[in-house]
């Protein structure tokens, strides 16, 4: 399906039924690195993928600011009719769930906030985007691809499963130019979201791969202290791509907390 969102078009898929879970995804990948989740969690979830301006079928219309994208994810549940939703970001998905909460939090019933961070770039960071976005320019997707895809998997992955890492390079290798640069200047201007982090009021659930070298667990630690009530789980054998390096134990933890975070809304306690 297509939204037209202010001057932009915004590509996304509503499947199942039951309570609205929004999923947002990584960069440089788009919304079907979420297939291993939405196809085991349909038959009990309504499952919103969303591909970022610039990913997937979304084209790319400037303005890039997670500001603008979050807003983008809020018009996509004017556009489904949703009022509130669970909303799953995974790094880049992340920092866009953070600006949704700062921005329009009751829209927002739970947040799983996967390998992100809530600190902003780092000076070295930033000098390592610039760099990346002069590739883009220069020698496209492709390269792009290959210089991301060696951070974005574990070592387990990269060892023994090539066909994570054929999937993740077709996806990653589907993006645009432009939508790389936004998101990436996107990225570099985003704020330090820890302050953030002491303002969620809603159920949430921290998951980090234990091999992941771009967000690593520490940092999924640290957030978690930061956050009243939340969990944390740690995906074994799973780099930053947890979602689909540990595609099962990934949506085990996801479905167990939609479960349980439902029922705390509706008032039922289990011990
Ligand atoms: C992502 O997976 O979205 C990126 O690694 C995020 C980042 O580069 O900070």
């Known amino acids: 399906m297509i939204a037209a969102v202010d001057s932009a078009r915004i590509a996304y898929d509503d ?17 079907t690195m979420w297939a291993p989740q939405t196809s085991a969690l349909a038959a009990e979830w ?12 979304s084209p790319s219309s ?10 983008d994810i809020v018009a996509i549940l004017d556009h489904a009719g949703i009022d509130r939703a669970t909303v799953v970001g995974l790094s880049m998905g992340g920092y866009v769930a953070f600006a949704l909460w700062r921005r329009a939090p009751q829209r ?11 600190g902003a770039d780092s000076p070295e960071t930033i000098e390592r985007r610039r760099a990346l976005i002069a590739v883009a320019r220069s020698e496209g997707v492709l390269a792009v691809a290959d210089r991301q895809l060696v951070g974005l998997l574990g070592k387990t992955t990269r060892e023994r499963r090539p066909e994570v890492e054929a999937t993740a390079r077709t996806i990653a290798e589907s993006a ?3 939508g790389i640069v936004g998101a990436l200047e996107a990225m570099i201007a985003r704020p330090d979201s820890t302050a953030t982090l002491g303002t969620i009021s809603v159920p949430t659930l921290f998951i980090a791969g234990e091999e992941d070298v ?16 939340s969990r944390l789980e740690i995906l074994a ?35």
């Open 214 to 229: 771009i967000t690593p667990p520490k940092d999924a630690r640290a957030m978690n202290d930061a956050v009243l009530g």
């Open 62 to 71: 400037a303005p890039f600011t997670m500001d603008r994208y979050a807003d």
């Open 176 to 178: 645009t130019v432009d």
């Open 15 to 31: 499947i199942g039924h039951g309570e609205p879970v929004v999923f947002l995804h990584a960069f440089p990948l788009n919304r």
């Open 108 to 118: 927002v019933r739970a947040l799983v906030l996967a390998d992100t961070r809530a």
């Open 46 to 57: 309504r499952c919103l993928t969303i591909d970022t301006r610039g990913f997937g079928e």
């Open 237 to 271: 054998r799973a780099g930053h791509l947890s979602n689909l390096e540990a595609p099962a134990a990934f949506t085990a933890v996801l479905s167990e907390f939609l479960r349980d975070s439902t029922l705390r809304l509706h008032g039922i306690v289990l011990h």
